[in-house]
């Protein structure tokens, strides 16, 4: 029975409060719903350790403690305000993704939608009453709010990637596919290979050669041997009897120069200015030093880093001094001074790929009094301390401009991503403007 300082409120309650007790279902059919409801309707009249008193004196059957308990204390909160209404439950928020993938995979066409739908015969009745032209225009009505299935995702919600052939389905551009919906895919999917990026507003990629990766421009017709390699490429064809159908094309010469045109190569690829075979030092969100070992980083441009080293972050200072200068005991230098800025040559690029070094681009200048005296070699020592090749001009005098020049082979340099770019041998004064852009600050 319940105590006297439990039944003393619930007696004085309104009159409304007869129906604080309805009866208590059988188990199965309600019992924890009923436990909630009950609470809801005793809180703010009695405290909660004596609506768990009370249920329990009115409960049909045995429950656990626990969930007695827990119901008074949802209960409580929604009476409070602490939560949402009782009675009101949002729907979850719709899955447009899986909207869309529904709608394009169901056997069920477009044109199959006027011989099985309801409102054919709906149609039909209409045409009686204000002739065949009304029953089209509400045909075409119908068809118009159907075709468009882009329109089904919102902006932000990517359309579902159909796999045909192993390989992801890209819709080339016709009359019935636009340029930048094309785009939007192909240039997404090639994004997560890490092998096509943008520099500037050039579409680059990265390939294999005699010297290891470097960066070269995509030219139209690569793209199109790419677009075969990383995709089952089909089109909208018209068929005789009327109507259109998937079937598989060729990307031509004129819509691969368009797609590569497009805001979506430039919005979807990543941007990159180096690719260095060691890892970088850099500094992360925090201004704490870090290392960015094997992978592409977006910061700073753009990094691949395309091989993993184990690197002593924890090694002593002395140490590393004396491996330094064991590096270049066997040189002789005119001068201390100059034995400082040779050592400065090797460290000066570690701070300038992770942007420590936030200055003009290092610029190391070799000059002997003797032929055969080091300078290539000292070059190349500087380069295999990183783990890599430099990219080697060697250019004579007289090659001022055109194929063959200085600012062709800059621009190749500069474009192929390579950390070290090496001048060999040049003969002669060096005026060259592109080569003043490239070493200055400018370009951090």
């Not at 129906?19 to 405290?47: Q, S």
């Not at 439950?89 to 939608?113: G, M, Q, T």
């Not at 783990?387 to 005098?397: C, D, Y």
């Not at 770019?421 to 005026?431: F, M």
Request: charged fraction near 25%; hydrophobic fraction near 40%.
């Amino acid at each position: 029975m319940l105590n006297e300082s439990i039944q003393a409120p619930i007696v004085n309650a309104p009159k409304r409060g007869s129906k604080m007790f309805d009866p208590c279902p059988i188990e199965g059919n309600g019992v924890h719903n009923w436990l909630f409801k009950t609470a809801l309707r005793l809180h703010g009249r009695i405290a909660e350790d004596e609506i768990i008193e009370l249920l329990k004196e009115k409960l049909g059957c045995v429950r656990p403690e626990r969930e007695i308990r827990e119901a008074v204390v949802n209960a409580g909160k929604y009476a409070k305000g602490e939560a949402g209404s009782a009675s009101y439950r949002p729907w979850p928020s719709v899955d447009h993704a899986l909207v869309y993938e529904i709608v394009v995979n169901s056997p069920i066409r477009l044109k199959d939608l006027s011989s099985i739908s309801p409102a054919r015969t709906l149609l039909r009745a209409k045409r009686f009453q204000k002739g065949r032209r009304s029953e089209m225009n509400a045909a075409e009505d119908i068809q118009e709010q159907l075709v468009a299935q882009a329109e089904l995702l919102p902006p932000g919600i990517r359309r579902p990637i159909n796999i045909v052939d192993g390989k992801p389905e890209l819709i080339l551009p016709n009359d019935h596919t636009y340029f930048t919906e094309c785009a939007e895919q192909c240039f997404w999917e090639l994004a997560k290979t890490e092998k096509f990026f943008r520099q500037g507003d050039l579409i680059v990629e990265l390939i294999e050669c005699s010297e290891g990766l470097k960066l070269v421009e995509l030219a139209v017709e690569a793209f199109r041997s790419r677009l075969e390699t990383y995709f089952t490429l089909r089109s909208y064809v018209s068929l005789r009897g009327g109507g259109i159908a998937l079937k598989k094309k060729i990307c031509s010469q004129d819509n691969a120069k368009a797609l590569l045109a497009t805001e979506a190569a430039l919005n979807q690829l990543p941007a990159i200015q180096a690719v260095v075979n060691s890892p970088v030092f850099a500094e992360d969100e925090k201004g704490k030093l870090t290392v960015l070992n094997q992978g592409y980083y977006r910061c700073n441009g753009g990094i691949y880093v395309l091989r993993k080293r184990e690197i002593n972050t924890v090694i002593k200072v002395d140490e590393a001094v004396k491996a330094l200068l064991a590096i270049v005991k066997d040189f002789s230098f005119l001068a201390e001074s100059d034995k400082s800025r040779c050592i400065a040559g090797f460290i000066s690029p570690a701070l300038r790929f992770g942007r420590l070094l936030d200055a003009d681009f290092p610029l190391d200048l070799c000059e002997a009094d003797q032929s055969q005296t080091g300078k290539s070699f000292r070059m190349k020592v500087i380069s295999r301390v990183y783990g890599e090749r430099p990219f080697v001009i060697t250019l004579s005098s007289e090659a001022k401009k055109g194929v063959g020049s200085l600012d062709e082979s800059l621009s190749e340099a500069l474009l192929s991503g390579a950390p070290f770019i090496a001048l060999d041998n040049l003969r002669g004064e060096i005026s060259n403007q592109l080569l003043e852009s490239a070493i200055r600050g400018g370009r951090r």
